[in-house]
């Protein structure tokens, strides 16, 4: 983004990703200027955003435009915002770095990601791949369906899993996130309500809120769903679609029960709901064992796979398996959006798919382990917090007691830890008190990230240093 050409954010926006900012022990100016920098490392507000203006911003938060300014002069003290006359106040990091991304760099352990490395076997993937290109030369590569073999190596798959398919019903994507982009482009029109898990995976939130969606969210016990208040919210309000991961949801590691998938899709059917079924999390089994996939109930499911959290999430390969009819709207939409997914990485998603039982077993042995240590880690140093025990998925969903994540996570930036406070999951500022603690790193990693929490923890604690943690401008 140019300097020239801020994004502002809405003074309703604001306030919605504010949520409950106000700090008892603060001033309310020092609060927001905190809340706001917060949002700003977090990367829900880009470097560069125009934030509103301040008659505007108070009004809406029901404060005085004097406090609006005392925030604004505070934060532009600190470094983090730039004024100019005519153009608005725009968001900046000290020193000029830029954010959201960059600012992993800063930090020694990086816990904002529930990915692994690559699989081992990649580059012996990859080279096999390479030795099948020249089968391929012909061909131009724009191809928005997907390349044959990979469509009917994914269509397999389904099938192998009770779920009749063919690849005419497959498209190849760049990852799940682009897929639900696609998907919610052909499906979704603006104002359209569409049921979310809550909490739920933040970008899946961003791509539906992008598309114009309403979001209704139901909410989501790390011991499961309440499938009678599912019904119960799709008959009342017959969403358009809704946006589900039943198998380790992220980030709570939840399944939905066996008997319950039969009655969520019948229920979808009824209330003319479109299920948009995220199963990117759904290879991490650690020990629940198989469970039947949702389209197995219904023809009008729509669902979204990715080879990116066992494989290697930077083949960026995903799909998507619809109804035919779908399947046309989509890649009658899709080349305003791309023109096609690499050939190296179909082919060596097509080889990946063949080897899926090796990966998954040396996936499954991981993921057992490093949970192992990450819950024994959070034992021996938080005896006040009770871990859930998750069966599979790559995080714990952690509840902090009375440990505000957002305070937390400015605590564990100083602590040289970068963790995403538990609002990121939720809308409206919920989730603050859960923390996502990701387990794909190494041990040493694990343990190191823990002790660095447990001195970020403690010095958000202790009152001294509250208001420290809240105290980011002077
Ligand atoms: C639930 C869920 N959906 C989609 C994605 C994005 O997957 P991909 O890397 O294939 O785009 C992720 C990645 O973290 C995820 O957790």
């Known amino acids: 983004m140019s300097p ?27 609060a927001l200027a905190a809340r706001i920098r917060l949002l700003l490392l977090d990367g829900r507000l880009a470097v560069d955003t125009r934030l509103p203006a301040e008659r505007d911003l108070g009004a809406r938060l029901g404060v005085s435009r004097n406090t609006i300014a005392a925030a604004y002069a505070a934060l532009r003290e600190a470094g983090y915002l730039t004024s100019v006359r005519g153009s608005g106040s725009r968001l900046c990091l000290p020193g000029g ?14 816990f904002r990601r529930a990915t692994f490395t690559a699989y081992p076997g990649i580059t012996d993937l990859y080279a096999e791949a390479v030795e099948r290109i020249p089968a391929h030369i012909e061909e131009s590569g724009y191809d928005i369906h997907g390349l044959p073999m990979l469509r009917e190596a994914v269509a397999a798959h389904y099938v192998g899993r009770g779920i009749p398919t063919t690849s005419e019903q497959i498209i190849v994507t760049s990852g799940a996130q682009h897929a639900l982009h696609l998907v919610t482009r052909a499906l979704i029109r603006p104002g359209e309500r569409v049921l979310i898990e809550h909490p ?10 992008s598309g114009g969606a309403r979001l209704l969210p139901q909410p989501i016990e790390p011991g499961g769903w309440d499938i009678s208040a599912t019904v119960d919210t799709l008959r009342r309000t017959r969403p358009a679609a809704g946006y589900v991961m039943p198998d380790f949801q992220n980030p709570s590691g939840a399944s939905l ?25 759904s290879w991490l089994d650690i020990d629940r064992g198989e469970r039947t996939g949702l389209a197995a109930f219904s023809g009008d499911v729509v669902t979204l796979g990715s080879l990116g959290k066992v494989v ?22 899709r080349s305003a959006v791309d023109l096609g997914t690499a050939i190296l990485e179909q082919i060596v998603a097509t080889l990946a798919l063949r080897d899926i039982e090796s990966v998954l077993g040396f996936r499954r042995t991981q993921l057992r382990d490093s949970r192992d240590h990450l819950v024994s880690l959070i034992r021996e140093h938080f005896p006040e917090w009770t871990p ?56 040493a990693d694990l343990t190191a990230g823990v002790l660095a929490l447990r001195r970020a923890a403690d010095a958000v604690g202790s009152p001294s240093a509250q208001r420290r943690a809240f105290d980011p401008v002077v």
Do not use: K, N
Request: charged content about 20%; glycine content about 10%.
């Open 200 to 209: 739920s995976y933040a970008h899946a939130f961003d791509t539906l809120i």
């Open 312 to 333: 290697w999430g930077a083949m960026r390969i995903g799909w998507i398996r619809a109804p035919r009819p779908l399947v046309d709207r989509i890649l009658a939409a």
């Open 4 to 30: 020239a050409t801020p994004l502002p954010v809405s003074p309703a926006r604001l306030v919605r990703e504010l949520g409950d900012w106000q700090r008892p022990d603060q001033p309310t100016y020092r």
């Open 97 to 110: 770095a830029r954010g959201g991304a960059d600012l992993g760099r800063t930090s020694a352990i990086d």
């Open 257 to 281: 029960a066996e008997e319950d998938r039969r009655t969520l899709a019948r229920a979808a059917t009824q209330s003319g709901t479109t299920l948009i079924v995220d199963e990117t999390t």
């Open 388 to 443: 859930h025990v998750v069966d599979g998925g790559m995080s714990l969903w952690q509840h902090t007691g009375q440990v505000s994540t957002l305070a937390l996570a400015d605590a564990a930036r100083a602590e040289g830890l970068a963790i995403i406070p538990g609002t990121r999951f939720g809308v409206d500022g919920a989730f603050d008190h859960h923390l996502r603690l990701p387990f794909g790193y190494t041990h």
